[in-house]
């Protein structure tokens, strides 16, 4: 039962990773995570970039499986992924932003490179994970914490770790 408005947030995040809908998170939405990512910027699966993607995928995968998959059935239902996600995290956001690391910094690869990548391609990344469009323009803008234009590792690093474990 989800009670405090802080669970009820965090709930609300599960439907991003539920990439095909059915109530559950597993590996193959990760994985269709993977395959929308290269197919938004046209990166082959097989090349250095989308391998590495689908490696990330899959490291995030087991660290969300292994923090929030209670009863190891390799399927995280709401109701462990806010569990997981409010109990096991919340003190250790770090944590989690580590476990999210090997996917986003391949994400970024494949929208833009190493140096960082615009906040238009940015917010492609986000609309292909769930985002509504405006939301993605303004939630990539506000990423760009330093205002060069670009969103480097570490501000959607650390965002991404603070939208899922920070109240506010």
């Given at each position: 039962m989800v009670t405090s408005e802080y669970e009820?947030?965090?709930a609300a995040r599960f439907a991003g990773f539920d990439q095909d809908g059915n109530g559950n998170i597993d590996r193959e939405d990760f994985m269709a995570a993977a395959k929308?990512?290269?197919?938004?910027?046209?990166?082959?699966a097989r090349s250095d970039k989308g391998q590495a993607l689908y490696v990330g995928a899959e490291a995030f995968w087991q660290g969300m499986a292994g923090?929030?998959?209670?009863?190891g059935d390799q399927r995280i239902t709401r109701e462990e992924f806010v569990n997981g996600a409010v109990k096991r995290l919340r003190d250790n956001p770090d944590r989690f932003a580590e476990i999210a690391r090997p996917f986003l910094h391949a994400a970024l690869a494949v929208a833009g490179g190493d140096a960082g990548v615009g906040v238009d391609d940015t917010s492609r990344v986000l609309r292909v994970l769930g985002?509504?469009?405006?939301?993605?323009a303004q939630a990539a803008a506000q990423l760009d914490t330093d205002g060069d234009?670009?969103?480097?590792?570490e501000e959607i690093v650390s965002a991404f770790a603070r939208y899922f474990t920070v109240p506010e």
């Open positions: 009820r947030r965090i929308a990512l290269l197919a938004e910027f046209g990166t082959a923090i929030a998959d209670r009863d985002v509504d469009g405006d939301l993605a234009g670009r969103i480097d590792e």
